[in-house]
């Protein structure tokens, strides 16, 4: 199966809400994985079935100890949880600082995610930059999925994480612009932006900016789910995705350096 990464260059332009909604439409098993290392927001945000709580210890930070032993699927699906509506979750740390000792974890875990037998794997992937100690995971992904808002400062934090990004993966690259559904001449000034790079961004989507749907995501929807603007917007976006994940591609797993400046 297939590791998609989930990203954004600053600022919080929806990249776990994005993770939460791709994951509940994703038409095969899926396993939405926390890598943010600034730490979960699904725990406080999302409950397990009955509206019961998550299980805040049960998580990467849990693999991460029992990863001594090795990686597979199985040791995997033992440290995740499932939210109230089916969606398969790996939690994040509960705090940056249990990062500190997970830095071992994080190359191995990107080539089990892209290699599970039977599951695709949605990376949360946070914020990254040229330290993140989650960039071994963007490396491993068969797809890079940047989320950006349609707004000037995102959009150039945009361009130059992806101009240098390029360099170092093996991957196809894809874009999100998070905007209202109204704001189309935004998010035509974002694909202007790509146009005029020589980044090969093949794939861009346009989420739609929906408070309302959103807020079935943060544990406080009302009304129905498939009627927001950003199920609409999601569910094609969704079935590409999934799509161009399915299609066999010749990765190439190098191990390339990024770079620190």
């Known amino acids: ?38 730490g979960s927001d699904v725990a406080i945000r999302m409950t397990a079935p009955g509206g019961t709580p998550l299980n805040s210890d049960r998580g ?12 597979g699927d199985d040791v995997i699906h033992s440290h995740s949880q499932q939210l109230d509506g089916g969606l398969d979750v790996l939690l994040g740390v509960r705090a940056p600082e249990q990062v500190g000792g997970m830095g071992g974890l994080w190359h191995p875990l990107g080539i089990t995610f892209n290699q599970m037998q039977q599951t695709d794997v949605l990376a949360d992937c946070g914020r990254i930059g040229a330290t993140s100690p989650q960039l071994p995971i963007i490396q491993s992904a068969r797809l890079i999925v940047m989320v950006c808002s349609a707004t000037g400062s995102s959009v150039a934090h945009l ?103």
């Open 60 to 71: 990467l930070v849990s693999l991460a100890a029992a990863s001594r032993k090795g990686l």
């Open 159 to 261: 361009r130059e994480r992806l101009a240098a990004l390029v360099h170092h993966v093996d991957a196809q690259l894809g874009v999100i612009v998070v905007a209202d559904p109204k704001r189309r001449d935004g998010v035509k000034q974002v694909w202007s932006v790509l146009d005029a790079m020589s980044v090969p961004v093949r794939h861009r989507w346009h989420l739609a900016y929906d408070p309302v749907g959103a807020a079935f995501f943060d544990g406080r929807g009302h009304g129905r789910l498939e009627k927001t603007q950003l199920i609409r917007s999601a569910t094609d976006i969704t079935a590409e995705m999934a799509a161009l994940v399915a299609t066999p591609h010749d990765f190439d797993m190098a191990q390339a350096a990024f770079p620190t400046a």
């Open 1 to 38: 199966m297939a590791l998609v990464a989930l990203a954004s260059a600053k600022g919080s332009p929806g990249v776990t809400t994005a993770g939460l909604v791709l994951g509940a439409l994703w038409p095969r098993q899926v396993l939405l994985a926390e890598c943010d290392p600034s």
